[in-house]
């Protein structure tokens, strides 16, 4: 499926050896060198890291030293950690470790990448799945970044924490093109910020607002084609503000739109897929289910016949004169 050779401007990366489809596990992979520490004290990470590669077999010790290392060093010790800072990819239970894989870490970075990473804690494994079909041939790469916001923000973060300077297709847009794609991140940052500014009271208070907001996050994510992992973090908002005003029957159509998208970016096999199914069957198992009915509904009510757009309107409850015509119409017809 994909081979390590040179790219050029980027040293060594994967290289797809065949059409990848979207959806498909590229990698799974257990880290050879892991800590919990690679946020916080540096001697204890140094100390940790180094015990765990002097224990390492002679063939192992060179592929972990062949990783690339952005911090300077004087002897082994500081070497080794350098190694595991520039490389390390988040693992555990909340991502609070971190860990170096053989082949994962030798995926470069994209700001438009075409894979995304996820750690599996059903099979304890670092997991790289497609977010884009990929053609024979195409480097595969995945997204460094701590947030996705305008080309200014990202060259910045990527110079401080891995000194490079991106040149991806998204950072070499032209100017128009940048200034359009950097308003479009900068406008889902801020709705990101709003939403999670409210709270669990937000999603109750003011409710029309807080799902207006992630509407237009979905639009902007399918603009021009879908972007999963812009999706994958929009759609479970939705769900929470429509089964925390007691709206069955638009979490239900919520619940499997994020069941879809998290059998993309993370397999059959991860936690969110059965948690997702469960929540198609019955939207009220989740705990924010009752804390307001003022939307409240059946998962009967979820409308038919409407059209696509229609049916949008109706999913995230935008009030437009052709929706609620077509709406009352379907119910005096079922009655």
């Not at 969110?272 to 003022?294: A, C, F, I, T």
């Amino acid at each position: 499926m994909y081979t390590v050779g040179d790219v050029p401007g980027k040293g060594r990366g994967l290289i797809a050896t065949k059409d990848i489809p979207l959806g498909a596990r590229i990698i799974s992979e257990k880290p050879f060198i892991t800590s919990g520490l690679y946020v916080a004290n540096l001697e204890q990470l140094q100390i940790h890291v180094y015990q765990q590669v002097s224990s390492l077999s002679e063939s192992q010790q060179q592929a972990f030293l062949s990783l690339h290392n952005i911090y300077p060093y004087t002897g082994s010790a500081a070497r080794y950690r350098g190694i595991f800072r520039t490389n390390a990819l988040p693992t555990g239970p909340s991502l609070q470790s971190g860990g170096v894989f053989l082949t994962a870490c030798r995926i470069n970075h994209a700001c438009d990448n075409n894979a995304q990473n996820y750690w599996n804690d059903n099979l304890d494994q670092l997991t790289i799945h497609a977010v884009k079909d990929i053609p024979k041939g195409e480097e595969i790469t995945i997204s460094y970044l701590s947030s996705r916001r305008d080309r200014r923000w990202r060259q910045e973060e990527l110079r401080k924490n891995f000194k490079f300077t991106c040149s991806c297709a998204l950072c070499s847009l032209a100017l128009d093109q940048s200034r359009e794609s950097d308003s479009k991140l900068n406008r889902v940052h801020i709705l990101d910020c709003i939403i999670e500014q409210g709270g669990v009271q937000g999603l109750v208070s003011p409710a029309q607002r807080m799902l207006s907001y992630v509407d237009e996050q979905v639009q902007l994510w399918n603009e021009p084609t879908p972007d999963i992992i812009g999706l994958v973090r929009a759609y479970p908002d939705a769900f929470e503000i429509a089964i925390a005003n007691g709206d069955l029957a638009r979490a239900r159509v919520f619940a499997e739109r994020c069941l879809s998208l998290y059998r993309i970016t993370g397999g059959d096999d991860s936690p969110e897929v059965p948690q997702y199914s469960e929540l198609v069957q019955d939207p009220k198992r989740h705990r924010y289910y009752g804390l307001s009915m003022n939307w409240k509904t059946t998962l009967d009510e979820v409308p038919r016949r409407l059209g696509t757009e229609d049916f949008e309107d109706w999913l995230w409850k935008r009030k437009t004169e052709s929706t609620q015509g077509q709406l009352a119409g379907l119910r005096d017809r079922e009655t």
